[in-house]
């Protein structure tokens, strides 16, 4: 795969892309600023991952050598560059959302998210928890943004206290994979002096934090069928999100090694994959 195109690391920026149309897909709504939206979530968190990079090149020299610049395929200055146009395309396509919804709050959202992904990757993600917290609020935004560009564009209210819900769920699950993750780079982390959850408070609290996060935001997902928001047919696909979200939590519980903690984040990541699928066929 092409250098420049690894390195943003297309698979979560397409999920972020389905993450906004997945609102479309809710409000039964398609239009070009959600279009535009989709866009700019994949260059900003594009964006995002290329200046995590950036920051992360000395200890990804130790952990990860393969990625494109501890490997020497992207030079520093060349990543900080890129990173830089892919947050100013996606602010420029904010622009002109905010221009076609006629409200400045797209645009506020794509800055902030600009921003907080800069500032995660320059500060926050060296401290407990804050750099957790950061992750997950901007995963929740990919919602919530696909969330006011379609009830900003119809005047819906209702989509936005959706976007709201499923970014909460978003949210929740993704602090526990985020814990799940600093507990698998512990070693790595603790070489950069990092202050990570599983550092400070062992790894055996981080899963008991984590397999918490997954249970809870498992056993409170069915409320989306209950308030009306999503049909019947929700909580059947969502049985099988819930499932493996379980199964992801037993693992990190029952073994806190960075094998046990890799298997528990990738189960995570396909109950995410499960619950995408769920929304849609629950919003027919
Ligand atoms: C209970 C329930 C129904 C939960 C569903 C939650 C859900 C659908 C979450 C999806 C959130 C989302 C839009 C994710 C986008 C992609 C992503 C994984 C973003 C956060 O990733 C940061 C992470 O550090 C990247 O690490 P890695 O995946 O190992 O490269
Ligand atoms: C709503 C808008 C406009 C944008 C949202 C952008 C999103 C969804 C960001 C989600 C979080 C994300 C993917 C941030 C990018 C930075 C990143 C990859 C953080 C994780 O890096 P590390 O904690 O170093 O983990 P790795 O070991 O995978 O490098
Ligand atoms: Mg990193």
New binding site residues.
């Given amino acids: 795969m092409n250098a420049y195109l690894k390195i943003i690391?297309p698979g979560?920026a397409v999920m972020?892309i389905i993450a906004v149309i997945l609102m479309a897909i809710i409000g039964t709504n398609y239009n070009i600023p959600i279009i535009l939206g989709a866009i700019?979530?994949f260059l900003?968190?594009g964006g995002?991952?290329v200046i995590?990079?950036y920051f992360?090149h000395e200890i990804d020299a130790i952990n990860k050598p393969e990625r494109p610049i501890p490997s020497g395929r992207i030079s520093l200055k060349n990543a900080k560059i890129y990173s830089y146009f892919l947050f100013i395309i996606?602010i420029l396509i904010g622009i002109i959302i905010s221009y076609l919804v006629n409200s400045y709050i797209p645009l506020l959202?794509?800055i902030i998210?600009s921003l907080l992904?800069y500032y995660?990757?320059h500060t926050l993600?060296k401290i407990a928890l804050i750099?957790n917290l950061s992750?997950s609020f901007?995963?929740s935004?990919?919602f919530i943004?696909g969330g006011f560009i379609i009830g900003l564009e119809t005047k819906n209210i209702e989509i936005i206290i959706t976007s709201f819900y499923l970014g909460f769920f978003a949210f929740v699950i993704t602090v526990a994979r985020?814990i799940t993750?600093d507990m698998e780079?512990i070693e790595g982390d603790k070489i950069e002096k990092a202050k990570t959850f599983p550092i400070l408070y062992g790894k055996k609290n981080s899963s008991y934090l984590s397999g918490f996060l997954m249970v809870l935001a498992s056993v409170l997902s069915p409320i989306l069928y209950f308030n009306g928001i999503f049909n019947f047919y929700y909580l059947l696909v969502l049985a099988l999100a819930i499932i493996t979200f379980f199964y992801g939590a037993c693992t990190i519980l029952k073994d806190q090694s960075p094998i046990s903690c890799k298997k528990a984040s990738k189960l995570v990541k396909i109950g995410m994959i499960i619950s995408f699928i769920t929304f849609a066929i629950g919003s027919f």
């Fill in positions: 690391r979560n972020g700019a979530v900003a968190m995002g991952n995590n990079d992360d996606a959202i794509v998210s992904m995660y990757a993600k750099g992750i901007l995963t935004l990919c943004f985020e993750k780079d």
